[in-house]
T-cell receptor, first 116, second 116 residues
Framework: AQKITQTQPGMFVQEKEAVTLDCTYD???????LFWYKQPSSGEMIFLIY??????QNATEGRYSLNFQKARKSANLVISASQLGDSAMYFC?????????????FGRGTSLIVHP | KAGVTQTPRYLIKTRGQQVTLSCSPI?????VSWYQQTPGQGLQFLFE???????NKGNFPGRFSGRQFSNSRSEMNVSTLELGDSALYLC???????????????FGAGSRLTVL
């Protein structure tokens, strides 16, 4: 069963506007962490933001914020004031315990294109 | 400080051959984890090495193996290559390892393997 779901294969946004990338997750573990990574065309995955399941406040890192709704099991990434350099693939990820191992699980990603 | 270095960046092999990929982590990081990224399956966790010991393992056949040296550099090996092994192989290093909830992964640029 898919643990991380990103329903938006592609998103388009105008430069300087805000954009929300959706992520829902499924876990029975009360302690978990959620991550967002960015992958430009160069291939390297870049860490953006982290939210722990017990964190009371939504995480923020500069122009990135995470809209964490625990009851809905969603962890949407909000990028404010989009820049052309934000064009990339974005992956939501979660650490889960499966088969005796801790396994980072990634969603299928959302391709974001920022228009000038 | 220097980032995560993966070599080679690109390589082409034929079915039945074997391949070895290398990953040099950030200085001071003891955990190295490996991932396979394909258009069909997305980004999947292969395994993690921490202080020279395999600590976590994903769901891949035994043809995929790895090791870690005392300087934390890691190699992964794929034997008896199949066409489906064509992928971008990413490695990531971290201080705490994938088992830690707040662990942040720093990725390399990847090794793109093409199997003909």
């Amino acid at each position: 069963a898919q643990k991380i779901t990103q329903t938006q294969p592609g998103m388009f946004v105008q430069e300087k506007e805000a954009v929300t990338l959706d992520c829902t997750y499924d876990t029975s573990d009360p302690s978990y962490g959620l991550f967002w990574y960015k992958q430009p065309s160069s291939g390297e995955m870049i860490f953006l933001i982290y939210q722990g399941s017990y964190d009371q406040q939504n995480a923020t890192e500069g122009r990135y914020s995470l809209n964490f709704q625990k009851a809905r099991k969603s962890a949407n990434l909000v990028i404010s004031a989009s820049q052309l350099g934000d064009s990339a693939m974005y992956f939501c990820a979660m650490r889960e315990f499966r088969g005796g191992s801790y396994i980072p699980t990634f969603g299928r990603g959302t391709s974001l294109i920022v228009h000038p | 400080k220097a980032g995560v270095t993966q070599t080679p960046r690109y390589l082409i092999k034929t079915r039945g051959q074997q391949v070895t990929l290398s990953c040099s982590p950030i200085s001071g990081h003891r955990s190295v984890s490996w991932y396979q990224q394909t258009p069909g399956q997305g980004l999947q966790f292969l395994f993690e090495y921490f202080s020279e010991t395999q600590r976590n393992k994903g769901n891949f056949p035994g043809r995929f193996s790895g090791r870690q040296f005392s300087n934390s550099r890691s190699e992964m090996n794929v034997s008896t290559l199949e066409l489906g092994d064509s992928a971008l192989y990413l490695c990531a290093s971290s201080q705490l390892g994938v088992s830690s909830g707040a662990n942040v992964l720093t990725f390399g640029a990847g090794s793109r393997l093409t199997v003909l």
